[in-house]
């Protein structure tokens, strides 16, 4: 069991705001000098040097359960590797758009901007909706609440479930990783995006009521494996909100590790105030304070990620 890390001390919100913490980690990704944070991101050995994919890997971040670090875990890890130089695309594809404003963007709706929604019903190429954040190598494609109204628009479609596959090929050869964030439930949106991608990364609060929600989204995922799409898998379970004082965690990481083995990454997500703090400020946790447990889960995570993704493309 992975000891809990000592929480070390932060910068203040101001100090996040005002100092331009987060622009500086961006910056020193591309420094020379080995002590930035930047480079200690990039310097494990093994994750410097996992090969990118010939073709961007597309992974949907899903769990019908919500409240479990299901936008906050696409966010973060695609932020985490897009410091290390990885190039990554956001997929905001939940109407509720928490996405788009944990990286600091308005909706499309907001800002007059095309989105996700815009490509989906032919309003908008593909090339016109990708967005830039503060760190240069994280794009991402904003999400509206007109969202809600694809599955009745889509009703009599018979390629309904394959528009956002469609979608993002285009962008397969200028990425290394694209990540989904999907809605909270079972629907048109969430079959469109288990349809679209190779894996399903499945984030786990560690509490009784997840492993309900874990069940579902097996099921949803075999589904889609029979008429859709028979090459998607489970690209990992992540523990999130993990609190090592808890008997009932370790109760639960114990058996979901005894069923899924390899598949339950050995990073765990703990709570963190300052992780729950970074999206009301519109910043990953990394940009916000890259001294948080937060922080350091989610680099961490990226690491682990990477790694693995690195194995799977040449086997």
Same mark, same amino acid.
């Given at each position: 069991?992975?000891?809990?890390?000592?929480?070390?001390?932060?910068?203040?919100?101001?100090?996040?705001?005002?100092?331009?913490?987060?622009?500086?980690?961006?910056?020193?990704?591309?420094?020379?000098?080995?002590?930035?944070?930047?480079?200690?991101?990039?310097?494990?050995?093994?994750?410097?040097?996992?090969?990118?994919?010939?073709?961007?890997?597309?992974?949907?971040?899903?769990?019908?359960?919500?409240?479990?670090?299901?936008?906050?875990?696409?966010?973060?890890?695609?932020?985490?590797?897009?410091?290390?130089?990885?190039?990554?695309?956001?997929?905001?594809?939940?109407?509720?758009?928490?996405?788009?404003?944990?990286?600091?963007?308005?909706?499309?709706?907001?800002?007059?901007?095309?989105?996700?929604?815009?490509?989906?019903?032919?309003?908008?190429?593909?090339?016109?909706?990708?967005?830039?954040?503060?760190?240069?190598?994280?794009?991402?494609?904003?999400?509206?609440?007109?969202?809600?109204?694809?599955?009745?628009?889509?009703?009599?479609?018979?390629?309904?479930?394959?528009?956002?596959?469609?979608?993002?090929?285009?962008?397969?050869?200028?990425?290394?990783?694209?990540?989904?964030?999907?809605?909270?439930?079972? +629907?048109?949106?969430?079959?469109?995006?288990?349809?679209?991608?190779?894996?399903?990364?499945?984030?786990?609060?560690?509490?009784?009521?997840?492993?309900?929600?874990?069940?579902?989204?097996?099921?949803?995922?075999?589904?889609?494996?029979?008429?859709?799409?028979?090459?998607?898998?489970?690209?990992?379970?992540?523990?999130?909100?993990?609190?090592?004082?808890?008997?009932?965690?370790?109760?639960?990481?114990?058996?979901?590790? +005894?069923?899924?083995?390899?598949?339950?990454?050995?990073?765990?997500?703990?709570?963190?105030?300052?992780? $729950?703090?970074?999206?009301?400020?519109?910043?990953?946790?990394?940009?916000?304070?890259?001294?948080?447990?937060?922080?350091?889960?989610?680099?961490?995570?990226?690491?682990?990620?990477?790694?693995?993704?690195?194995? $799977? +493309?040449?086997?």
């Amino acid at each position: 069991m992975r000891e809990e890390m000592p929480e070390e001390e932060g910068i203040t919100k101001e100090q996040a705001l005002e100092e331009g913490n987060g622009q500086e980690l961006v910056s020193s990704a591309n420094s020379d000098d080995p002590s930035s944070p930047g480079q200690a991101l990039g310097s494990d050995s093994n994750f410097a040097q996992s090969p990118a994919p010939k073709l961007a890997k597309i992974i949907a971040v899903a769990n019908q359960k919500g409240g479990v670090g299901k936008t906050t875990t696409p966010v973060n890890l695609a932020a985490s590797l897009a410091v290390a130089e990885k190039r990554v695309l956001l997929v905001d594809f939940d109407p509720q758009g928490n996405a788009t404003s944990g990286v600091g963007l308005a909706s499309s709706e907001e800002e007059d901007e095309v989105g996700i929604y815009d490509a989906l019903v032919g309003r908008a190429e593909p090339a016109d909706i990708i967005r830039d954040t503060e760190i240069p190598m994280l794009k991402v494609i904003t999400s509206t609440v007109d969202l809600i109204g694809a599955e009745v628009e889509f009703v009599d479609d018979p390629e309904r479930d394959e528009r956002l596959k469609n979608i993002l090929g285009s962008y397969r050869k200028d990425f290394d990783f694209i990540f989904i964030d999907c809605p909270p439930s079972l +629907s048109v949106l969430t079959i469109n995006a288990l349809t679209a991608s190779e894996s399903v990364l499945i984030p786990l609060q560690c509490e009784y009521y997840a492993l309900e929600g874990i069940s579902k989204i097996l099921k949803t995922i075999d589904l889609v494996k029979e008429s859709l799409n028979p090459n998607l898998e489970i690209e990992g379970i992540l523990f999130t909100m993990y609190d090592a004082r808890n008997n009932l965690t370790h109760q639960i990481v114990e058996e979901v590790r +005894s069923h899924f083995g390899d598949k339950a990454y050995s990073t765990v997500i703990p709570r963190n105030v300052r992780l $729950s703090e970074s999206p009301s400020f519109g910043k990953p946790v990394i940009l916000y304070d890259i001294n948080s447990k937060g922080a350091i889960s989610y680099m961490e995570l990226a690491r682990e990620f990477s790694v693995a993704t690195a194995v $799977s +493309s040449t086997t």
